[in-house]
């Protein structure tokens, strides 16, 4: 069965730092996708990034990248120039290519430091 | 980008009524939906895949009886929650799926006294 396991249940960064939230994941497929999901206070769960496991190149959105290692199943989130808007839960997420269901890591919550 | 919406956004009920809960995707059809349950500071628990025009698939250990869902239509999805009690308090979300991504609706707290 496919696992998704955050271990950092909460982390804090001061503003404008860098921080970067763990995942791991366990699979037999090679055919697959990871998502790190946002939920602010609002609990509006918010698509953050996508990764296509058959792509090398770690996808990139704006202050947030990821470095994604296949053969070692980890799936990390960095988060550049943090903000005050980025505090919030977030969850690291995979979905198999021919399932459409979404397997959800427990989350990291994370605080910014003003 | 894909909008779902969920009505109500919270629900105040007695102990024993059911409660039915609704999910919309607001500008495209979607075959599929899923309904989660969230509990306090825990993970989305996907309780079962809702399809358009056919029976809803429950994950393990999800009651059928007690959590009915309705795909009427390709915007409308309906949680039911039946005979509801103290324990079935949660936020409950549903995510609507268009071309292999799933959208989520903003979420719905449900109280039962």
């Known amino acids: 069965a496919q696992t998704v396991t955050q271990s950092q249940p909460e982390m804090s960064v001061q503003e404008a730092e860098t921080v970067t939230l763990s995942c791991t994941y366990d699979?037999?497929?090679?055919?697959?996708?990871l998502f790190w999901y946002k939920q602010p206070p609002s609990r509006q769960m918010i698509l953050v990034i996508r990764?296509?496991?058959?792509?090398?190149q770690n996808a990139t959105e704006n202050r947030f990248s990821v470095n994604f290692q296949k053969a070692a199943k980890s799936f990390s989130l960095k988060i550049s120039d943090s903000q005050l808007g980025d505090a919030a839960m977030y969850f690291c997420?995979?979905?198999?290519?021919?399932?459409?269901?979404?397997?959800f890591g427990k989350g990291t919550r994370l605080h910014i430091l003003p | 980008g894909a909008v779902v919406s969920q009505h109500p956004s919270r629900v105040i009920c007695k102990s024993g009524t059911s409660v039915k809960i609704e999910c919309r995707s607001l500008?495209?059809?979607?075959?599929?939906m899923f309904w989660y349950r969230q509990f306090p500071k825990q993970s989305l628990m996907l309780m079962a895949t809702?399809?358009?025009?056919?029976?809803?698939?429950?994950e393990q250990g999800v009651e059928k009886d007690k959590f009915l869902i309705n795909h009427a239509s390709l915007t409308l999805s309906t949680l039911t929650v039946t005979s509801a009690h103290p324990e079935d308090s949660s936020f409950y979300i549903c995510?609507?799926?268009?071309?292999?991504?799933?959208?989520f609706g903003p979420g719905t707290r449900l109280t039962v006294l």
């Open positions: 809702s399809n358009e025009g056919s029976k809803a698939t429950y």
């Open positions: 699979t037999s497929e090679s055919d697959y996708y």
């Open positions: 990764q296509e496991a058959y792509k090398q």
């Open positions: 995510s609507a799926l268009e071309v292999h991504e799933q959208f």
């Open positions: 997420a995979y979905r198999m290519n021919r399932d459409d269901k979404i397997i």
């Open positions: 500008d495209f059809q979607a075959t599929t």
